[in-house]
C-alpha cells in the first residue's frame, strides 16, 4: 500500500535528519515539525486502512457458515466478538475526540460486561477444564478477558471526567512534542495483560478455528511549542501549590543496594524535601519503603512537622532487595487510613528497578485506581522497563516519569498539584 511506503520513506528521512544532527541547523525546528505533521497524517491514513481491512475480513468469514455452533469454544467466541466490536469503536472515538459518541459507548460495554461476568459455566459448558493454575484453561481466559473490559471501562470513565487526566501521555525522555495516547490502547494490547492477548491465547488454545484479533495500534498528535509555553508560563508558577488539593502523598520508595549512587536516592531524597518546602499544614505525607520487607517508616504526617518528615529522609540507607507487592498493599491501606476527599490521593512508587507485574499485582491497582492513583518515578532509562511501569501507572491513573536531576523538581510538584 502506498502509505506503508510513505512511511518507510518518512523514516528513512527523519533517521538521516537526526543521523546527521540537521536540527542544529533547523531555526524554530520547521524541518522536524514538518516531518511530524506527515507522520501524522501518515498514520491517520493507516488507521483508516487498518479499519477498512478489518471490515472487509470480518464480511468475508461473515460469508462462511459455521456449521458446529454448539461447539463450546467456537460460541464463546463469537460471544466475544461483541465485546471487540466495542472496544474498537472506543479507541476510534478517542483518536478524534468524540466524547458524546464515547459516553453511549461506555453505557453499551457497561451493559455488554454486565451480560457476560460471571457467564463462563454457560457459554463454555462442555470444554475440558485444566485448572485455574494451567495456562490453557478456556475458562481462566474468558475470565481475564471480562477483567480486561473492565479495566478498558475504568480507563474510559476517567477519560470522560472534566477533571481527567491529559488526553495525550508524555513519551519518554524530557518533553518532546510527540505524544501518543495509551490509556485506552494499552490495556487492549500489552504485553500479556491486554484483552486482545488473552483472547488469542484462548483462540490458539482451543484447536479451533477461531479468528484472532488484531491489536490497536497507538495513536499520536503533534503538540507545538506555542502550547507547551502556555501551559508553563513560569518557574515561579510551575513550584506554587496555592491552588492545588490537599494532598495525600505516599512515597512507596525503592531504597534497595542499587539505588545507592548520587544520581539515584540523594536526588530522590532532596526533592521530597524541596517538596516539603511548598506543601501546606493540611498536606500529609507518608513514606514507605518495600526493600526487604515493606515498612511504614513515617505514617501520614501533615507539612506543618516538617523537621520530622526531613529527619526521616536524612536517615534513610540502602539496603536488601525490591518487595513491590508487599509495598503496594501496606501504601494502599495507608492511603486510605488517611484519605482526604477530593484531595489528591496519590501513590509515588520510586524505584530503578524490575519487577514482575502479574496479575495480583494489577489487581490490587485497578481495584483502588478510582480512589487513590499511582504513579511512578524511574530512576533508570531502558525503556522495555520503563513500558511495563507505564502500564501500571496507566492501570493506576497516573504517570510513570524517567527521572533525572533536570526535571525531578517539576515532576513531583506535578504529582503534589495532582496532574
Not at 520508595?253 to 531524597?269: A, G, I, Y
Amino acid at each position: 500500500m502506498e502509505f506503508i511506503k510513505n512511511l518507510n520513506d518518512l523514516c528513512f528521512q527523519i533517521n538521516e535528519y537526526c543521523t546527521n544532527n540537521e536540527y542544529e541547523k533547523d531555526e524554530d525546528y520547521i524541518t522536524a515539525f514538518g516531518y511530524l505533521e506527515q507522520a501524522e497524517l501518515q498514520f491517520n491514513n493507516y488507521l483508516s486502512e487498518w479499519k477498512l481491512l478489518l471490515s472487509d475480513i470480518g464480511n468475508v468469514i461473515n460469508k462462511y457458515e459455521i456449521v458446529d455452533m454448539s461447539n463450546p469454544y467456537i460460541r464463546t467466541a463469537k460471544t466475544l466478538d461483541s465485546l471487540f466490536e466495542i472496544v474498537y469503536d472506543i479507541a476510534e472515538f478517542v483518536r478524534i475526540g468524540d466524547t458524546i459518541s464515547l459516553a453511549n459507548k461506555k453505557n453499551e460495554l457497561q451493559q455488554k460486561i454486565n451480560d457476560l461476568d460471571g457467564k463462563e459455566e454457560y457459554y463454555l459448558e462442555v470444554a475440558e477444564r485444566y485448572g485455574a493454575s494451567h495456562g490453557k484453561d478456556p475458562f481462566e481466559r474468558y475470565k481475564n478477558v471480562i477483567f480486561d473490559a473492565k479495566a478498558e471501562l475504568s480507563h474510559l470513565e476517567y477519560f470522560l471526567k472534566p477533571t481527567k487526566y491529559p488526553q495525550y501521555s508524555e513519551k519518554i525522555y524530557g518533553k518532546p512534542y510527540y505524544y501518543y495516547n495509551d490509556k485506552i490502547i494499552n490495556k487492549f494490547n500489552r504485553h500479556g495483560l491486554g484483552m486482545a492477548y488473552e483472547f488469542n491465547n484462548y483462540a490458539d488454545n482451543s484447536n479451533n478455528l477461531v479468528l484472532k484479533k488484531a491489536k490497536l495500534p497507538q495513536t499520536f498528535k503533534v503538540i507545538y511549542p506555542e502550547e507547551e509555553q502556555i501551559k508553563d508560563t513560569n518557574q515561579t508558577k510551575e513550584y506554587d501549590l496555592t491552588n492545588a488539593p490537599a494532598n495525600n502523598l505516599i512515597f512507596l520508595l525503592d531504597v534497595s543496594n542499587s539505588m545507592d549512587t548520587e544520581d539515584k536516592l540523594p536526588v530522590l531524597k532532596e526533592s521530597i524535601i524541596f517538596l516539603l518546602g511548598l506543601m501546606r499544614d493540611y498536606d500529609y505525607v507518608t513514606l514507605i519503603s518495600f526493600s526487604g520487607n515493606a515498612q511504614i517508616i513515617l505514617p501520614a504526617t501533615s507539612a506543618k512537622n516538617s523537621d520530622t518528615i526531613i529527619k526521616v529522609i536524612q536517615n534513610l540507607k540502602p539496603y536488601g532487595s525490591t518487595n513491590v507487592y508487599k509495598g503496594l498493599e501496606l501504601a494502599y491501606k495507608s492511603a486510605e487510613t488517611s484519605y482526604i476527599e477530593a484531595g489528591t490521593n496519590r501513590i509515588i512508587l520510586s524505584t530503578d528497578g524490575f519487577f514482575t507485574i502479574d496479575k495480583k499485582i494489577t489487581k490490587i491497582v485497578e481495584k483502588n485506581a478510582n480512589s487513590v492513583s499511582l504513579s511512578v518515578f524511574y530512576f533508570d532509562k531502558y525503556e522495555k522497563y520503563y513500558e511495563q511501569l507505564k502500564i501500571l501507572t496507566d492501570l493506576g491513573n497516573g504517570n510513570c516519569t524517567i527521572i533525572n536531576q533536570k526535571n525531578i523538581k517539576s515532576t513531583i510538584v506535578n504529582e503534589a498539584k495532582g496532574h
